[in-house]
């Protein structure tokens, strides 16, 4: 194990911490490291494999593509990009569909999209929103840490208090190109927006006219219980970032729109080599049939609901989310992970105190329990 580390330590730019084990191989909820220890996995690829690891379903649709077609570029046509936009019209009910490689990819190609069909330049975020680490979209993600040794940044950008109506209402103005929300906060530990809160942003939106744009890359494809977050909360926006969970955690990520917002852009006004390509799109559709055939959606809603349940039963501060997107407040998170890992079970700690936790939607009461069982010991170390 150490071997691997410090082989690392030698070739790879260092811009991770890292837990100290090396991951080889998965299956289902669960992973072994290269001395075959098992974990059971409540990270996922940070909530991308949500129909668990190693899935046959789609090993087999990506072995299949792989041999008949991996990449030909956006110059032509491919049945499977087309079959995906298709889909994701059905499940999202937005029009139009671009695909990227990645979250942050996405949430550039809204920003740029944003200020092309609005003419303006000003966006509007949150106070502890994360949404990527390019530079749009690191301008418009909180943390100072991040954006500080990188600026100058996209401009303007304004940071209203999340779940703060009245911050909301002195932040955004006629200048305001779109206002981007993680309807709830991944990285900063899954806070979900207020209801009120959202609602007040569409309103706002009717008298200065500026467009919506919902993060979605960590809560879609039934994260939360739903299809996606905004099922959730009721309210469409005109332009959805996706990803993580769209590919079972191999690279794709996406971005939809509405039919008017279609008709203020022109060709030319982005693109990608890679975005979209078959192996990619094949990959997708095949993570998206699984959660269908399996009802992976409701389960996600079931078991995530008895997660949360099992954990308030704890002495844990703050048990929230929804689905199997859940966060809990301890007094040490960094304390936590170690005594987790030691005992079989890997969890995410996203700042001093919270943890995340997201694992695959397959995940059964069973390995919930074994979770439960090992965060006791926490409780009454």
């Known amino acids: 194990m150490n071997d691997w580390i410090e082989r690392e330590s030698k070739v790879y730019i260092q811009f991770f911490n890292r837990i100290p084990i090396v991951i080889e191989s998965g299956k289902g909820c669960w992973v072994y490291d290269i001395e075959g220890r098992r974990y059971l996995d409540l990270v996922a690829g940070i909530a991308c494999v949500v129909t668990g690891h ?21 110059l032509y046509y491919t049945k499977p990009q087309i079959e995906l936009a298709e889909k994701l019209r059905e499940i999202t009910g937005l029009d139009r569909f671009f695909f990227t490689n990645s979250g942050t990819e996405s949430v550039e190609a809204a920003l740029k999209i944003a200020r092309k069909c609005t003419g303006r330049k000003k966006f509007v975020s949150f106070v502890n929103d994360f949404h990527g680490r390019t530079m749009g979209a690191l301008s418009v993600t909180w943390k100072e840490k991040f954006r500080k040794p990188f600026e100058p940044l996209v401009q303007p950008v304004a940071f209203a208090d999340f779940n703060s109506i009245e911050s909301l209402e002195k932040t955004v103005d006629e200048e305001t190109a779109a206002v ?52 959730i909360y009721g309210f469409q926006p005109d332009i959805i970032a996706m990803a993580k969970a769209m590919g079972n955690g191999f690279p794709i ?76 407040t301890v007094d040490d998170a960094n304390t936590f992970v170690s005594h987790a890992l030691k005992n079989g079970v890997l969890v995410n700690a996203t700042s001093e105190k919270d943890i995340r936790i997201v694992p695959p939607l397959t995940i059964g009461k069973e390995e919930i329990d074994f979770a439960i069982e090992v965060f006791r010991k926490f409780d009454k170390r």
């Open 180 to 231: 981007i929300l993680e309807l709830i906060q991944g990285e900063s530990g899954v806070y979900p927006a207020d209801r009120e809160f959202v609602k007040r942003i569409f309103e706002l939106k009717e008298k200065f006219d500026f467009l919506v744009i919902f993060d979605e890359v960590q809560t879609g494809f039934g994260r939360t219980g739903e299809w996606f977050a905004k099922d």
């Open 54 to 74: 190693s899935n046959e379903f789609i090993i087999e649709r990506m072995k299949k593509q792989a041999e008949k077609l991996i990449h030909v570029s956006n």
């Open 253 to 328: 990520g996406g971005v939809g729109i509405t039919e008017e917002i279609h008709g203020r852009i022109d060709k030319g006004d982005h693109g990608s080599t890679f975005g979209g390509n078959p192996l990619a799109c094949a990959v997708s559709l095949a993570t998206i049939e699984f959660i269908e055939e399996n009802n992976l959606v409701k389960n996600s809603k079931k078991m995530g609901d008895y997660f949360r349940k099992r954990l308030s039963e704890l002495d844990f501060k703050n048990v929230r989310g929804y689905g199997l997107m859940i966060g809990v």
